[in-house]
């Protein structure tokens, strides 16, 4: 089966922009969650959505939301991007939360 | 959400056996503990999990301490594809998110 798709890959941004990731989980999987991995910080969760509604929240500042969609898709954003969110962005997809979860390629934002 | 120690990197000669260690002193009695490894930014890869029991799959086993405060990691026999960033996490069953600490680097040389 499929695995868990990231787009973009790759992206630049300037200062001051936003810009929307998306992630398709595996077919049949419901809870989907994003991560953020920097080099000094490692990897942090951001948050997790399960049947469109937010499950838990990372420490991060309201300048990163997401949602999910009723196919279970999910977007997150990022407003007034900072320098600080260069970053790989990790989206990982379960079934239900429970038991492993796949983990896509990530997205590779550079805030310029 | 409980917290877990790794040694920061560890080597292993190729076709040895590479044994992981992790504390979670604090875990609690709903939380498993989760192994995954990342090569070189890529998305982490999951290896194994537990909850009590010592578990064995085609990649790895995982010997948990009857405390639960400890386990260990053990690829039988390391190839040098298992050079990898591995994380020890702990988490209760039903939520997708997990708390990455540092890692164990491991480096598998011939």
């Known amino acids: 089966k499929a695995g868990v798709t990231q787009t973009p890959r790759y992206l630049i941004k300037t200062r001051g922009q936003q810009v929307t990731l998306s992630c398709s989980p595996i077919s049949g999987h419901r809870s989907v969650s994003w991560y953020q991995q920097t080099p000094g910080q490692g990897l942090q969760f951001l948050f997790e959505?399960?049947?469109?509604?937010?499950?838990n929240k990372g420490n991060f500042p309201g300048r990163f939301s997401g949602r999910q969609f009723s196919n279970s898709r999910s977007e997150m954003n990022v407003s007034t991007l900072e320098l600080g969110d260069s970053a790989l962005y990790l989206c990982a997809s379960s079934f239900e939360g429970i038991g492993e979860l796949f983990f896509g390629e990530g997205s590779r934002l550079t805030v310029l | 959400d409980a917290k877990t120690t790794q040694p920061p990197s560890m080597d292993c000669a190729e076709g040895r056996a590479a044994n992981l260690p992790c504390n979670h002193s604090t875990i609690s009695g709903n939380e498993y503990v989760y192994w995954y490894r990342q090569i070189h930014s890529q998305g982490p890869q999951y290896i194994i999990h537990g909850l009590k029991n010592n578990e064995t799959n085609e990649m790895a086993s995982l010997i948990i301490t009857e405390d639960r405060k400890s386990s260990t990691l053990i690829l039988p026999h390391a190839t040098l594809r298992d050079t990898a960033v591995y994380y020890c996490?702990?988490?209760?069953?039903?939520?997708?998110?997990?708390?990455f600490g540092q890692g164990t680097t491991l480096q598998v040389k011939p």
């Open positions: 996490i702990v988490r209760p069953s039903n939520t997708g998110k997990l708390i």
């Open positions: 959505y399960f049947s469109e509604t937010q499950r």
